[in-house]
Every structure is written in C-alpha cells, then in structure tokens.
C-alpha cells in the first residue's frame, strides 16, 4: 500500500501538475507541498495543518480524501511527534494569573467612570464625617450659659454711656 506522500506525487504527476502551479492553485507555500510529498510532517507545528493541507491537495487532485484522511491519521499515530493529541490545556494557573485575566476583561471606559464615581462618593462621606467630627468639637458647644459681670467702674478704661434724652417730636 502506497503512503499518503506517495499517493500525492503520484496524482499530481498523472495530472501534470507542478508543484508550483499546486501552490498557486491551492494557497499552501511550495515548501509545505514538498514536504507533504516527501512524507517530512515534521516541518508542521501541528497535526492540524497537515490535515488541513492534505485535504485542499488531494480536493485539487480529485483523491479520495476520507480515505486518504484515514490513512494519514495512522501513519500520524506512527511518528514520535504526533503520535500524542496535544494537551488542550496548559499548567495549573496561580491566583496572579486569575487576577490578570480578571483585570484583562475589565473595560476601562467604564471601569475608570465607576472609579471617579466610587471615589467622589468616598469623598462626600468623608467630607460629612470631617464637617460632623469637627462640629462636635467646636469649643463653644460645651460651654455652658455665661452670666454677665460688669467690670468695675473706676478703671477708667471705659467711656461713660451718654444718658438717655427724650426726643423732641
């Protein structure tokens, strides 16, 4: 049985293809197309692109490509570095990176309104509570009722009041 690479470089041959005009037909770099030819998938980050170019290839060559799929995936299952399913999710994350995610999410129009609001709010309370601390302690308030005392007289400090005089009508 033929392999994938194989299989490939063969239909394309037979349809007198080059692979240039493959590249330009189908989007994928000549350098992947080689690559997919000579069987080298290590060229590829993931098993996902290899899929994907193999399946516009052999459409343009008009293979059949759910079977081709099968055999791809267990010449995949034969290499060292696809032979695994990526893992889907990375390390365990610490509270700092709960926090940044949480801060990435926030948007900062309405986050920075929220913040001027919830601070004039602070600020008015901490004006009522400035105004009612220092009223409590006006140093009038807990004086009691004076009782006048006249200053001596003799002192000769003071002016003496002019007597009271009827007016003329």
Not at 48 to 67: C, Q
Not at 80 to 98: C, Q
């Amino acid at each position: 049985m033929a392999s994938v690479a194989e299989q490939l470089r063969a239909a394309r041959e037979a349809k007198n293809l080059t692979v240039s005009q493959v590249a330009e037909t189908t989007k994928i770099r000549g350098d992947h197309i080689r690559a997919l030819e000579e069987g080298n998938y290590n060229v590829f980050v993931a098993p996902v692109y290899i899929r994907g170019f193999i399946r516009t290839y052999a459409t343009l060559l008009k293979l059949d490509v759910p079977k081709l799929m099968a055999d791809l995936d267990g010449e995949l299952n034969r290499t060292e570095k696809f032979s695994e399913p990526p893992a889907l999710s990375g390390p365990p994350r610490g509270v700092l990176d709960f926090l940044m995610l949480q801060l990435s999410k926030v948007d900062w129009r309405k986050g920075a309104a929220l913040l001027a609001v919830v601070l004039l709010a602070g600020l008015v309370v901490f004006g009522v509570w400035v105004f009612k601390h220092f009223q409590a302690r006006d140093p009038l308030a807990k004086v009691p009722p004076a009782v006048y005392k006249p200053a001596p007289t003799n002192r000769g400090d003071t002016l003496p009041l002019p007597s009271p005089t009827p007016r003329k009508q």
